[in-house]
């Protein structure tokens, strides 16, 4: 299998043979939903803290009589059944959200988004991503040849350079990523994905 490949003024570079088995592989949409969700699940953190009974601020006097006033019988005004009562089952800071997901699932999602975005046109290879200085205003120009200017976009990269860093980090709709820090949601969620010619060998090192 091949792919085309540009280079940063936007013109043809030839094409890359590759892997069929990263960027041809068959859509598993049911797959990449679970592989995405434990992404997102253990990338959370334990940050909510809730009270129970016992902890809220409120007196344990019994709130009136047990018989006689036709409302139901409470025994203080902490019961989770009060407005400003306790929780049942309180969230807690140590909370464990994570979700495990074995290695060969996480490879087959990833190849899988890979292989999507080649069927949909929204992958691209550069043949590098060199700027010359740490300049955005270049880097802006650079994309606009490449006609990555409107939506989203994810550039992949073998090795970031200080000046690439230097040059992106003021653009809000662009994120760079080296080849191994790629994960399913970076890929998904960009409209765009640009990966370069060394970026694309690793990447087929790591999944196949």
């Given amino acids: 299998m091949e792919l085309k490949v540009i280079n ?7 094409v890359i043979a590759v892997n069929e ?16 969700t434990a992404f997102l699940a253990n990338a959370r953190s334990g940050t909510r803290a809730q009270k129970e009974r016992s902890e809220v601020a409120k007196s344990t006097r019994k709130p009136f009589k047990q018989k006689g006033t ?32 074995n290695r060969k699932m996480y490879r087959a999602a990833l190849t899988s988004i890979l292989s ?9 290879v550069a043949d590098s991503m060199v700027v010359e200085t740490p300049k955005t205003k270049g880097f802006v120009e650079i994309l606009k040849n490449m006609s ?16 690439l860093f230097l040059a992106s980090k003021n653009l809000r709709n ?33 999944w196949v």
Avoid at 83 to 100: L, T
Avoid at 148 to 163: F, Q, R
Avoid at 188 to 204: E, F, I, W
Wanted: glycine residues 8%.
């Fill in 21 to 36: 088995a990263v960027f041809a592989r068959d859509y598993n949409e049911a797959l990449i939903h679970q592989v995405v």
């Fill in 174 to 206: 662009v994120l760079v990523l080296e080849a191994h820090q790629v994960d399913p949601y970076s890929l998904l969620r960009c409209d765009k994905v640009v990966v370069s010619r060394l970026a694309v060998d690793k990447l087929q090192e790591q």
């Fill in 116 to 124: 999507k975005l080649v069927c949909d046109e929204r992958l691209v």
């Fill in 148 to 163: 990555l200017a409107n939506g989203t976009v994810l550039i992949v990269v073998d090795e970031l350079s200080e000046d």
């Fill in 70 to 101: 036709g409302r139901a019988r409470a025994g203080m005004a902490s019961s989770p059944l009060w407005r400003g009562g306790g929780r049942i089952f309180p969230n807690r800071p140590d909370e464990n959200f994570s979700q495990k997901i």
């Fill in 8 to 14: 940063t003024k936007g013109q043809d570079a030839g």
